[in-house]
Structures are given as structure tokens and as C-alpha cells.
């Protein structure tokens, strides 16, 4: 695609409850990562995907986190029993690959978790 | 580890002045610095960057320079207008630390009229 495209734009789920966030990367990018950005806050790294190598997965905050990436192109992240802290926009974005290249962000999932 | 350190926070000008957000990093390693402006409610968008082998680099009312000695690089906006109003973020790539982007804390940049 042209962009960088994320789904759910929005999600509201109840604290305990598992949700499942979408990355769809630009076409040709190998490289994929997601972010965490609470309100008001900077970016949070949460894991990085390039190409077949082992997920950089150093940023995940807890074991009720986790990401996956299919055939080299989509993602998701899952996160399991959800608490409020749990809040904030995640964003997606990609890259052309290994090497200095800058980002390009999808326009984020807003999770709530009430 | 890896760090990357925004100054200021916060920063307020009037329309038409000049506004300087600075960046330092740790690893001397690093080799690209890109900067990123987010309005409100809004993705993060590349607005400039450079590598290491140059030391500015210009693009109409933006510029960003690099002082790899003191590992810290700067993002200048001229004639300042209300619709740079947003949070700038500055990164540095580190080879180091996984091949990915260490972003600052963020710059709310406010022109007022």
C-alpha cells in the first residue's frame, strides 16, 4: 500500500480482556517495528522485525506482550489480560531494511483499557 | 546503553522568530539522525535528517546540524509560523543497539501570534 495502515484506529476493552493490534507495513520495507506512546509521552520501543532474523524483542514491557509477523509483511500485537496501564497509542511503522533509514508510522491504534 | 537526550521540553516563540531544539546521544557509533514532527492526534511525520558524514543540511525553513566530536545535533526552524506548532521529536540510529531508532523525549514547539 501507499502508507503505513494500522487497524483498529480505536479500541476500548475491558481490563483482563486479550486485544490484537494490526500493522500492515509499506510494500518492499523489511523492516517493521511497534511503538508505544502514552499521553503526553515520547516513543516507547516495544520489538523490531527484519526480514527472517529473530525479533528484537528487548523493549516488550512485560510476558503479556507479544508480536508476530507473517510472511515477512503483516504483524500483530498481542497483548493478553489487559490492565489500565496498558492505555496509550500504538504505533507501527516501517522501513526499506537493515541500515540507517528513517520510519515511516501508520496512524497508530488508540487502546483503552477501562 | 543507548540514550538520547531533548532540550527543552517545551518552547514558545512568536510568529516569525527562530526556534533551536538540541539533541545529544551516547553511542559515537551512530550514524543517522533523523527528526520528526507529530501534531496532535497525529502520526509522527519525517521532516529532516542527516548522517554522519555531513555536518548540516537544509530544507527551506528547516536545517539540522551535527557535532559528532560532541555527539549532539540540532533542528533550526526560521520564520517560525503557527503551523509549526507540534511536539518534534529527534532520533539517532545506533548500530549498537539492534539497528533501530532511539528517539528523544519530545518538543512541544508553540508559535504564538
Known amino acids: 500500500g501507499a502508507g503505513v495502515s494500522q487497524s483498529p484506529s480505536n479500541k476500548v476493552t475491558e481490563k483482563g480482556k486479550d486485544v490484537e493490534l494490526r500493522c500492515d507495513p509499506i510494500s518492499g520495507h523489511t523492516a517493521l517495528y511497534w511503538y508505544r506512546q502514552s499521553l503526553g509521552q515520547g516513543l516507547e520501543f516495544l520489538i523490531y522485525?527484519?526480514?527472517?532474523?529473530?525479533?528484537?524483542k528487548s523493549g516488550l514491557p512485560s510476558d503479556r506482550f507479544s508480536a508476530e509477523r507473517t510472511g515477512g509483511s503483516v504483524s500483530t500485537l498481542t497483548i493478553q489480560r489487559t490492565q489500565q496501564e496498558d492505555s496509550a497509542v500504538y504505533l507501527c511503522?516501517?522501513?526499506f531494511g537493515q541500515g540507517s533509514y528513517g520510519y515511516t508510522f501508520g496512524s497508530g491504534t488508540r487502546l483503552t483499557v477501562v | 546503553g543507548e540514550n538520547v537526550e531533548q532540550h527543552p521540553s517545551t518552547l514558545s516563540v512568536q510568529e516569525g522568530d527562530s526556534a533551536v531544539i538540541k539533541c545529544t546521544y551516547s553511542?559515537?557509533?551512530?550514524?543517522?539522525f533523523p527528526w520528526y514532527k507529530q501534531e496532535l492526534g497525529k502520526r509522527p511525520q519525517l521532516i529532516i535528517d542527516?548522517?554522519?558524514?555531513?555536518g548540516e543540511k537544509k530544507d527551506q525553513r528547516i536545517a539540522v546540524t551535527l557535532n559528532k566530536t560532541a555527539k549532539h545535533f540540532s533542528l533550526h526552524i526560521t520564520e517560525t509560523q503557527p503551523e509549526d506548532s507540534a511536539v518534534y521529536f529527534c532520533?539517532?540510529?545506533?548500530?549498537?543497539?539492534?539497528?533501530?531508532?532511539?528517539f528523544g523525549t519530545g518538543t512541544q514547539l508553540k508559535v504564538e501570534l
Open positions: 511503522a516501517s522501513s
Open positions: 542527516i548522517r554522519s558524514n555531513v
Open positions: 522485525f527484519q526480514g527472517n532474523s529473530a525479533p528484537d
Open positions: 553511542d559515537s557509533a551512530s550514524n543517522y
Open positions: 532520533a539517532a540510529f545506533f548500530t549498537g543497539g539492534g539497528n533501530k531508532l532511539t
